[in-house]
């Protein structure tokens, strides 16, 4: 039988300054007991039935990022992370491509009409993008199997006699951070684009939807790019190349993950 720690609540005494430390010496207790897992929530404000929402409460994939840097042994996961991520997005792609569709009968021509405006999305700026998204998940898998690669070697390097290759390594994790900072640039880009020809968010129904996918998107990713940060900040400090590995093999899959859900966002809006 395999134990798993869940962490629903970080209001602990000391209050919000003391969160990161509790947290490092829970998760290496944690590790010292036999703890199989340890398990956060996929949640920006504390729910309901477990504390009052002004309560602290740390982003999930940020969060594991810390804990994989104190963690040796013990699994990490999301609670519910992915799958509510999914969710909430089929949500509201559903709610779009209703919306989008739906009419309504105008009493003084009998005819069925529509509010909705298509909205002229900047294809070329959206595709270049993309490119550089999926660029990033190409990256990040370098930068994830290059860190397997170190801690698989590190316990024969640490023989007697047997040297560690000094050469320099292409910064995969750092390039792919770079790249997201470039996407989300691009986001805001297209933003500025289409507010300045007139397509405000509440101007009409289809600029709504688009702001507010593609917002959600960035607003998720956002939370990738510090888990890299994090993740290339760790590679300068003292720490085992197991931990480093853990940190970099969690924001790879979750980068990943934004790149198919910004290939299911574009597809919805252009298609839908």
Do not use: C
Request: charge should be positive; avoid cysteine; glycine fraction near 10%.
């Amino acid at each position: 039988m395999k134990t798993g720690l869940q962490l629903p609540s970080f209001t602990w005494p000391g209050g919000p300054e003391a969160i990161g430390p509790t947290l490092a010496r829970v998760v290496r207790a944690a590790d010292d007991v036999g703890f199989d897992s340890i398990w956060v929530m996929d949640h920006f404000f504390q729910i309901r039935g477990v504390g009052r929402p002004e309560e602290p409460m740390l982003e999930g994939w940020t969060a594991l990022g810390f804990m994989a840097a104190h963690s040796s042994r013990a699994r990490l996961g999301l609670m519910v992370g992915m799958v509510s991520v999914v969710m909430l997005f089929i949500t509201f792609s559903s709610t779009f491509l209703f919306r989008h569709h739906i009419k309504r009968l105008d009493s003084r021509t009998g005819n069925y009409i529509s509010d909705w405006t298509p909205l002229p999305l900047p294809y070329g700026l959206l595709l270049l993008n993309t490119a550089i998204l999926l660029l990033g998940s190409f990256t990040i898998e370098k930068g994830r199997r290059q860190a397997f690669e170190q801690a698989v070697v590190a316990p024969i390097t640490a023989l007697p006699g047997i040297a560690a290759e000094r050469g320099w390594r292409v910064p995969w994790v750092g390039i792919t951070a770079l790249l997201g900072l470039t996407f989300l640039a691009g986001q805001a880009l297209a933003w500025r684009q289409l507010t300045q020809r007139g397509y405000l968010l509440a101007s009409n129904p289809a600029n709504s939807f688009f702001y507010l996918l593609t917002g959600l998107h960035a607003l998720h990713l956002l939370g990738g790019v510090l888990a890299l940060g994090y993740a290339v900040l760790t590679g300068f400090l003292p720490r085992p190349l197991q931990r480093k590995r853990v940190v970099v093999d969690v924001a790879a899959w979750y980068w990943h993950f934004m790149g198919m859900l910004w290939v299911y966002v574009f597809a919805v809006i252009a298609l839908g």
